[in-house]
T-cell receptor
Framework: ELKVEQNPLFLSMQEGKNYTIYCNYS?????LYWYRQDPGKSLESLFV?????AVKQEGRLMASLDTKARLSTLHITAAVHDLSATYFC????????????FGAGTILRVKS | EPEVTQTPSHQVTQMGQEVILRCVPI?????FYWYRQILGQKVEFLVS????????KSEIFDDQFSVERPDGSNFTLKIRSTKLEDSAMYFC?????????????FGQGTRLTVV
């Protein structure tokens, strides 16, 4: 069974600081995703990581994937208040019917 | 840009009633999904649908639930005899324009409130 664990589950940080959210998954998968969700809203796709060593960056967010360690990280650089949201990682794979298995989510609060 | 659309955005229903949640997937997509998110919790897979039949369903997707693609464009989730614990955000997703192994895209969700 494919399981996804995120940590931390809650992160309160000051503006301007850096931090990393971790996502571990239990078995091999085809893709790893990072989503952002604002309260009461849908899932906004941030990154799709396909291969070992993949690194993608968008603004203050950078995601990486280590398939050997079954670990992905979402690094936040110089946080700003607008990054406050819940961040989910999710994995899928053809052997799991392509359904997404989500982590529990990390609630990020950036304080001014 | 093509997108997955869901209606209604918010549905309030009495316990025991039936509800139908509607989704229009992206037009050339072949795989369709429903996910559920109880308030404050993670997103959970309910069901996947391909070639006019269910390809996989989770333990949550019991006899109370059914899905249908009635007319080639809509994809519906029916919940019979709703319970308080069915209150959640329901997301539709579609993918697989170029095969099974492609990213799925989510709709904006339907918030279901059972009272």
């Amino acid at each position: 069974e494919l399981k996804v664990e995120q940590n931390p589950l809650f992160l309160s940080m000051q503006e301007g600081k850096n931090y990393t959210i971790y996502c571990n998954y239990s078995t091999t998968s085809d893709r790893l995703y990072w989503y952002r969700q604002d309260p009461g809203k849908s899932l906004e796709s941030l990154f799709v990581l396909l291969s070992n060593g993949a690194v993608k960056q968008e603004g203050r967010l950078m995601a990486s994937l280590d398939t050997k360690a079954r670990l992905s990280t979402l690094h936040i650089t110089a946080a700003v208040h607008d990054l406050s949201a819940t961040y989910f990682c999710a994995v899928d794979g053809m052997e799991y019917g392509n359904k997404l298995v989500f982590g529990a989510g990390t609630i990020l609060r950036v304080k001014s | 840009e093509p997108e997955v659309t869901q209606t209604p955005s918010h549905q309030v229903t009495q316990m025991g009633q039936e509800v139908i949640l509607r989704c229009v997937p992206i037009s050339n997509h072949l795989y369709f999904y429903w996910y559920r998110q109880i308030l404050g919790q993670k997103v959970e897979f309910l069901v996947s649908f391909y070639n006019n039949e269910i390809s996989e369903k989770s333990e949550i997707f019991d006899d109370q639930f059914s899905v249908e693609r009635p007319d080639g464009s809509n994809f519906t989730l029916k919940i019979r005899s709703t319970k308080l614990e069915d209150s959640a955000m329901y997301f539709c997703a579609s993918g697989g324009a170029s095969g099974a192994n492609t990213e799925a895209f989510f709709g904006q969700g339907t918030r279901l409130t059972v009272v």
